[in-house]
T-cell receptor, first 109, second 113 residues
């Protein structure tokens, strides 16, 4: 069965302390790996799509990378406003989108 | 301008009732989705419509019936509500069925008593 697993479940960092969030996937015929940000009480907000191993995308302090088994969301010098839940999702060969359970990130000022 | 809107934002109802949640997108997208996010924040797709046509129907009880009167609207009707239906329901849209950027609505928090 296709699966997306995110780790850690929760992460607390000091402002400026860089780190990475992990997304491991077991998906038949990956057709896209997505990262979303979700703030409390709101819908997920799209960040990145990655299609093939070796691909990287950046946006401000965030960089997403992809290998054949996992994706990382690197956060460089985070600020308190980066606090949110980060969701990873994968689309399989049947175009079904499977979400992970998310990583709750808290950046302390 | 709200890209994807849902009404109501909160819905509290008794077991056994029938209720509907409405969704509208003004992005001109062809594809719309319904997701359920449970108490553990796990987001799971329920349905997907492309140009008013159902293309994904996950293993959802047939008490849940989506209706798409036009490609800008996708409503969700739920019959005989059960306690386990309590969750946040999100509507989303994408440019087309292969569109990988989905725009989500603000969610509807359904509480079944």
């Amino acid at each position: 069965e296709d699966q997306v697993t995110q780790s850690p479940e929760a992460l607390r960092l000091q402002e400026g302390e860089s780190s990475s969030l992990n997304c491991s996937y077991t998906v038949s015929g990956l057709r896209g790996l997505f990262w979303y940000r979700q703030d409390p009480g709101k819908g997920p907000e799209f960040l990145f799509t990655l299609y093939s191993a070796g691909e990287e995308k950046e946006k401000e302090r965030l960089k997403a990378t992809l290998t054949k088994k996992e994706s990382f969301l690197h956060i460089t010098a985070p600020k308190p406003e980066d606090s949110a839940t980060y969701l990873c999702a994968a689309r399989n060969r049947d175009d079904k989108i499977i979400f992970g359970k998310g990583t709750r990130l808290h950046i302390l000022p | 301008d709200t890209a994807v809107s849902q009404t109501p934002k909160y819905l509290v109802t008794q077991m056994g009732n029938d209720k509907s949640i409405k969704c509208e997108q003004n992005l001109g997208h062809d594809t719309m989705y319904w997701y359920k996010q449970d108490s553990k924040k796990f987001l799971k797709i329920m349905f997907s419509y492309n140009n008013k046509e159902l293309i994904i129907n996950e293993t959802v009880p047939n008490r849940f019936s989506p209706k798409s009167p036009d490609k800008a609207h996708l409503n969700l009707h739920i019959n005989s509500l059960e306690l386990g239906d309590s969750a946040v329901y999100f509507c989303a849209s994408s440019q087309d069925f292969l569109g990988h950027e989905q725009f989500f609505g603000p969610g509807t928090r359904l509480t079944v008593l």
